[in-house]
Structures are given as structure tokens and as C-alpha cells.
């Protein structure tokens, strides 16, 4: 069935260091793709979408890029911050008329 | 301020109940979504409705009974049928289910004791 992957569950930066957190998806059909953050014990909160007619997207600090030749999708964050630290998945949409499939999920952890 | 509201926060179960957790939203979005996430995973759709009256099983919709009677309202019901039921329940509405961003509330955490 479609899935939506990530490369790394855990992924460690230094303070000001530019964060890459990858994604693999299957379905080479999905139109649509949105980065989330979670905090623990918190819904998920929109970071940055991006249409499939679309290869980078660029929002405050954060970057999307979209590769469809090998159905990947990256999140930069520029100069992480503590703040950064949470849970990152990132999600896409199959069909038109069905909800967002979503993976499992990077943990970004920021030390000072 | 427009948002969504899920209650209660925490909710525990004993076995063979039912429970029904609660999500309103006020964004006048036509879509809302159910999401189950269990520790270190990503989340796994339950159901989804795109219309008043209308709604359409997820990946693990077994267990789970929903109702969608008004906009503002997509309550989920955990059956006795759920065999393990505890995980963090998320709930989420879209202005429909195009190529739209979700908005999430801040979940229901079920515990069976």
C-alpha cells in the first residue's frame, strides 16, 4: 500500500547548525506534501507544504525540497535552535479525495 | 480565536467499555480526521469525514465507530472491539480534503486499566 518513509529516527545538531531531515515516499502519484512538528504530548503543528508541480519551497528558516524523479522530500532548518527540538514527520496526499498518508517520524534534538 | 478542541486531555478505560472522545472545531472546515499514534510511530487514519453525514474508514478503522453529524463536530467512539486501544488520539479538520494543511487539536491520551 502507499507509505511514506524517513530516512533517520533520530537525528543530533549543535546549536546553529543547519538541519537536513529526509523523507522517502512511495506513491509517485501524491500531488501534495507537508512537513509537521510535534512536541511531546502536543498535536501536530504545520510547518511548510508543497505542491508536486513545485521542486523547493521556501518558508522562515525552513526549506522544502521535493524530488520526484526519486520521490524524495527534504526539510532544511537553518540555524536550528533549541525550539527546533521535536518530532518531524512529514506526510503526502495519494489521491485526490483521501487523507494524509504520514511517516513515522525523525526526532530532531538540538544541544547548546 | 478559531481552533479545535479535543476533550478531555487524558481518559481512561476499564476493559470491554466503550469511550467516546470529543473534537469540535470552528474553522468552518468542511473535512475532519481521526489519527491514532502510538509511542514512536507515526500516525495511522482511523476515519475521516468530508461532508456532514459522511465518512469514509482508514487504515484502522476497526474497533472504532465515528459520527458526523454536524460540521463542527466528528466525535470518535473506542469499542470494546479494539483490542488495544491505549495510544494518543488526534483529531484534525481541513477546509476540504484537497491539497490542504491539517489542523490538529492537542489530542486525547487513552489509557485502559
Known amino acids: 500500500g502507499e507509505s511514506v518513509g524517513l530516512h533517520l529516527p533520530t537525528l543530533s545538531v549543535q546549536e546553529g547548525d543547519n538541519s537536513i531531515i529526509n523523507c522517502a515516499y512511495s506513491?509517485?502519484?501524491?500531488?501534495?506534501f507537508i512537513w509537521y512538528k510535534q512536541e511531546s504530548g502536543k498535536g501536530p503543528q504545520f510547518i511548510i507544504d508543497?505542491?508536486?508541480?513545485?521542486d523547493k519551497r521556501q518558508g522562515q528558516r525552513v526549506t522544502v525540497l521535493l524530488n520526484k524523479t526519486v520521490k524524495h522530500l527534504s526539510l532544511q532548518i537553518a540555524a536550528t535552535q533549541p525550539g527546533d527540538s521535536a518530532v518531524y514527520f512529514c506526510?503526502?496526499?495519494?489521491?485526490?479525495?483521501?487523507?494524509?498518508?504520514f511517516g513515522k517520524g525523525t526526532t530532531l534534538s538540538v544541544s547548546s | 480565536d478559531g481552533g479545535i478542541t479535543q476533550s478531555p486531555k487524558y481518559l481512561f478505560r476499564k476493559e470491554g467499555q466503550n469511550v467516546t472522545l470529543s473534537c469540535e472545531q470552528n474553522?468552518?472546515?468542511?473535512?475532519m480526521y481521526w489519527y491514532r499514534q502510538d509511542p514512536g510511530q507515526g500516525l495511522r487514519l482511523i476515519y475521516y469525514?468530508?461532508?456532514?453525514?459522511?465518512?469514509q474508514k482508514g487504515d484502522i478503522a476497526e474497533g472504532y465507530s465515528v459520527s458526523r453529524e454536524k460540521k463542527e463536530s466528528f466525535p470518535l467512539t473506542v469499542t470494546s472491539a479494539q483490542k488495544n486501544p491505549t495510544a494518543f488520539y488526534l483529531c484534525?479538520?481541513?477546509?476540504?480534503?484537497?491539497?490542504?494543511?491539517?489542523?490538529f487539536g492537542s489530542g486525547t491520551r487513552l489509557t485502559v486499566v
Open positions: 484534525a479538520s481541513s477546509p476540504q480534503t484537497g491539497p490542504y494543511g491539517y489542523t
Open positions: 506513491n509517485s502519484a501524491s500531488d501534495y
Open positions: 508543497i505542491r508536486s508541480n513545485m
Open positions: 506526510a503526502e496526499r495519494g489521491q485526490a479525495g483521501t487523507a494524509l498518508i
Open positions: 474553522l468552518n472546515h468542511d473535512a
Open positions: 469525514s468530508q461532508i456532514v453525514n459522511d465518512f
